[in-house]
């Protein structure tokens, strides 16, 4: 086990070091979802209590920048597989399982300083930040991300030789999990079949824990629902892609 948490660390910095050599890369992984901020924010109405709509606005926000982050991460590993180092770390004595989860951990810290950038563009413009709440709504999506970044990697490996597959795949599933989520716009006013498909998204209990974190309400029902979905994808995906690890030739 020390030896798995050694090579984990190992490859954890492999994967972190050209995000800390090329920071900017973080500010423009965020220019879409800023652009839906921009563009969505000024159309929303007001809570019935009075608040700003960032207030609902804006962890929807967090969640995309996570959701478009991770989910092409995946890209790297083909990426790698192409110039053959991907091979060249399978000859080496780290454990599979460890390429696979230190490059999932690796997803925590691009999804940190995206929220944190996010909230800084938003608080001028009248969105409370409730500190705590926030922190403990990282805690949660964490959890999801690194899932979401195993699933990804995973579907990299299945896409070896065939890169088309993983864009589509990835392109395919994307915007459904986001617009059944309700980060742009609530799905509570939407016909029936679309409420019973965002009931069976997990991401949309992550999205409602998150509006609820972020505003302060840590002992929420929806808090608990989120926190068990994001650490359902945390596991299945580190499950899924931990057996594709050990399987990749």
Known sequence: MTTFAADTVTVFSRELRPVLRNPASIVFSMVQPLFFLALFAPLLPDTPDGSSALQWFVPGIVVMSCLFGTSMTG?????????????????TPLRRPALLVGRALKEIVPMFAQAALIVAVCVPFGFEVHLGG???????????????????????????????????VQQT????????????????????????????????????AERALFNGEVAAATTVTGALAAVAVGALGLAVGVRAMRRSA
Do not use: I
């Open 173 to 208: 599933l994307l915007f459904p999990l986001l617009l059944l989520a309700g980060m742009l716009l609530p799905v509570e006013g939407g016909p029936g079949w679309l409420q019973t498909a965002a009931r069976f998204n997990p991401l949309t209990y992550v999205v409602d």
């Open 134 to 168: 926030a922190l403990l709504g990282l805690a949660v999506l964490a959890a999801f991300c690194v899932g979401l970044g195993a699933l990804s990697y995973t579907l990299a490996l299945a896409s070896k030789n065939q890169e088309w597959l993983f864009w589509t």
């Open 75 to 91: 890209s790297n590993l083909l990426f790698e597989m192409q110039t053959g180092s991907h091979e060249r770390m399978l000859v």
